[in-house]
T-cell receptor, first 111, second 113 residues
Framework: GENVEQHPSTLSVQEGDSAVIKCTYS??????FPWYKQELGKGPQLIID?????GEKKDQRIAVTLNKTAKHFSLHITETQPEDSAVYFC??????????FGSGTKLNVKP | DAGITQSPRHKVTETGTPVTLRCHQT?????MYWYRQDPGHGLRLIHY???????DKGEVSDGYSVSRSKTEDFLLTLESATSSQTSVYFC????????????FGPGTRLTVL
């Protein structure tokens, strides 16, 4: 099956700085890549996603890039704020039902 | 949490006992999923359903069974709980595969002693 690796496992940034989280996947057939944010005690919530026919997608301070050749995709958060502190998960999907998640990145934004 | 409830929210049980977790949705979404979340592993799909009485296995289905007799309810059963099944369990729903977005419930923390 698909294998998704996510780095770093923890990331600490100063408020206002940018944060980048990277994921690699193993199956070239994967064609959908969502990113989820999970706050303490809650379920994950989708923040942005990208399909394999697109190289980059932006939504305000959040962007995702996809490199199909290298089989990696990244989450970029600009102008970080304390409320961005959470655990972020990437995922890859081949058939849109089975999502394979990375192990998560705990982001800490220091005021 | 997009009209998804999970019950119970916390449960402590002993090895060898049966356990059933319930996911209830009010969104009338067709697809429902059960995941487990463990440190260092992210979320892993256990089983999913693509309609009433239609289910399929996920990545880590051994030791688990599911049932869906109504659109709104998806049950996860551990026939004989083991300590390795101590985890946080999340239910998710989606309207269609084309839409892709999965909405997650609040989770159930299960401890098997």
């Amino acid at each position: 099956g698909e294998n998704v690796e996510q780095h770093p496992s923890t990331l600490s940034v100063q408020e206002g700085d940018s944060a980048v989280i990277k994921c690699t996947y193993s199956d070239s057939a994967s064609n959908y890549f969502p990113w989820y944010k999970q706050e303490l005690g809650k379920g994950p919530q989708l923040i942005i996603d990208i399909r394999s026919n697109v190289g980059e997608k932006k939504d305000q301070r959040i962007a995702v890039t996809l490199n199909k050749t290298a089989k990696h995709f990244s989450l970029h958060i600009t102008e970080t704020q304390p409320e961005d502190s959470a655990v972020y998960f990437c995922a890859a999907s081949i058939d849109f039902n089975k999502f394979y998640f990375g192990s998560g990145t705990k982001l800490n934004v220091k005021p | 949490d997009a009209g998804i409830t999970q019950s119970p929210r916390h449960k402590v049980t002993e090895t060898g006992t049966p356990v059933t977790l319930r996911c209830h949705q009010t969104e009338n979404h067709r697809y429902m999923y059960w995941y487990r979340q463990d440190p260092g592993h992210g979320l892993r799909l256990i089983h999913y359903s693509y309609g009433v009485k239609d289910t399929d296995k996920g990545e880590v289905s051994d030791g688990y069974s599911v049932s869906r007799s109504k659109t709104e309810d998806f049950l996860l059963t551990l026939e004989s709980a083991t300590s390795s099944q101590t985890s946080v369990y999340f239910c998710a729903i989606s309207e269609s595969t084309a839409d892709n977005e999965q909405f997650f419930g609040p989770g159930t923390r299960l401890t098997v002693l």
